[in-house]
């Protein structure tokens, strides 16, 4: 599907001083390096500002200090990141669900499906789940029993849904997510794991996205809680009991242990491990690959580890480590002599 626009439209969508022909037809979005002729582009970082003026975009989205002595189209606006966000929805080729239930879907007799959703091939609904308006369950999604989607969500195809799992309004999840699977919960008895059952659910609010392979655990007896604005990227594990914060964003494989507590606002990066039981204020970043052993309660940023460097350096930092404790036990010896010295006495005959 092509989606044709005139600059002009564009503009008044998004408030935006237009420098251009109004009846200028856009018909696609790309960056600065690959547009052409009806594609729009944006400059969002200072880095790529040597490209602007090379561009063969038809126009480009800019702050008013970077629109000072450009001669091609733009629309100016306080956040082009922003706009280009906002605008990227109007270009977007993904296909329309079509309403109605696919002769294949298996919908339980009590389920309740709003006459405006779209339940793929070979879906199932199971008994009690309630799907809200404008809701799609793409192929082979599963819902189970109790469930309830609110309105506008969106499942893509092979999602899976355990029982109990209550999802806001407007919430995407992608291929292959897992929500409300049990979580991993066991008791010792004399060397033998005996199981818990997972008696809560997973709740998550308005406007959660859940990337690709992503596993949000029910809880043990309450609910797993995703809060409202959380984007989850691909690959992440969040364990029982866990309580996300509105508006926090966590990138690729990060894996949360059970029982933390998450605050608001915060960006998680990619690779990060918490152990459970911890608590994390609102508004912290995390580094990418840094494992969090405690509480974090202070708003800031925050990292561990070692940053990347040559192999023969890291090979020599690494023997290093291995020396620590010996070198420690050095320099509090030589501290001492240091000390004996300062204060007038006289070093040992080992000195």
């Known amino acids: 599907m092509t989606v044709t626009m005139t600059l002009g439209q564009l503009a008044e969508a998004l408030g935006a001083e237009l420098k251009g022909p109004e009846a200028l037809q856009i018909t696609g979005l790309a960056t600065l390096q690959e547009a052409g002729s009806g594609q729009l582009s944006f400059l969002a970082n200072k880095q790529y500002r040597k490209f602007l003026d090379e561009s063969s975009a038809s126009a480009v989205l800019l702050k008013a200090e970077d629109a000072e002595g450009f001669t091609g189209n733009a629309?100016?606006?306080?956040?082009?990141?922003?706009?280009?966000?906002?605008?990227?929805?109007?270009?977007?080729?993904?296909?329309?669900?079509?309403?109605?239930?696919?002769?294949?879907?298996?919908?339980?007799?009590?389920?309740?499906?709003?006459?405006?959703?779209?339940?793929?091939?070979?879906?199932?609904?199971?008994?009690?789940?309630?799907?809200?308006?404008?809701?799609?369950?793409?192929?082979?999604?599963f819902v189970g029993a109790r469930c309830v989607i609110g309105e506008g969500g969106w499942l893509a195809p092979r999602v899976t849904l355990y029982h109990d799992v209550t999802i806001g309004k407007r919430v995407v999840i992608q291929s292959g997510a897992v929500i409300?699977?049990?979580?991993?919960?066991?008791?010792?008895?004399?060397?033998?794991?005996?199981?818990?059952?997972q008696i809560g659910g997973v709740t998550l609010g308005d406007d959660v996205e859940i990337g690709v392979n992503t596993a949000v655990?029910?809880?043990?007896?309450?609910?797993?809680?995703?809060?409202?604005?959380?984007?989850?990227?691909?690959?992440?594990?969040i364990a029982h009991n866990v309580q996300v914060g509105d508006h926090t964003a966590m990138a690729a494989c990060v894996g949360i242990s059970g029982s933390t507590r998450i605050g608001k606002h915060c960006m998680i990066a990619g690779g990060v491990g918490m152990v459970g039981h911890i608590d994390v204020c609102d508004?912290?970043?995390?580094?990418?690959?840094?494992?969090?052993?405690?509480?974090i309660t202070e708003p800031g940023g925050y990292s561990s580890g070692t940053a990347m460097q040559p192999l023969a350096e890291w090979r020599k930092s690494a023997a290093r480590i291995r020396q620590l404790d010996e070198m420690s036990k050095r320099l509090q010896q030589l501290e001492k002599r240091v000390d004996t010295v300062t204060s007038g006495g006289q070093p040992t005959s080992e000195g």
Not at 180 to 196: C, D, S
């Open 283 to 295: 508004n912290v970043f995390v580094s990418g690959m840094t494992m969090v052993t405690r509480s």
């Open 180 to 197: 409300g699977g049990e979580g991993f919960g066991f008791a010792n008895e004399k060397g033998i794991w005996r199981k818990i059952a």
């Open 217 to 237: 655990d029910r809880g043990a007896l309450s609910d797993t809680r995703i809060g409202d604005g959380v984007k989850l990227d691909n690959q992440i594990q």
């Open 75 to 141: 629309l100016i606006v306080p956040d082009p990141y922003l706009a280009y966000a906002r605008i990227s929805h109007l270009f977007d080729p993904k296909p329309k669900a079509v309403a109605g239930i696919h002769p294949s879907a298996v919908v339980a007799e009590d389920a309740q499906v709003d006459a405006s959703a779209s339940i793929g091939p070979f879906a199932v609904i199971e008994s009690g789940a309630r799907i809200g308006a404008n809701v799609t369950v793409g192929a082979h999604c």
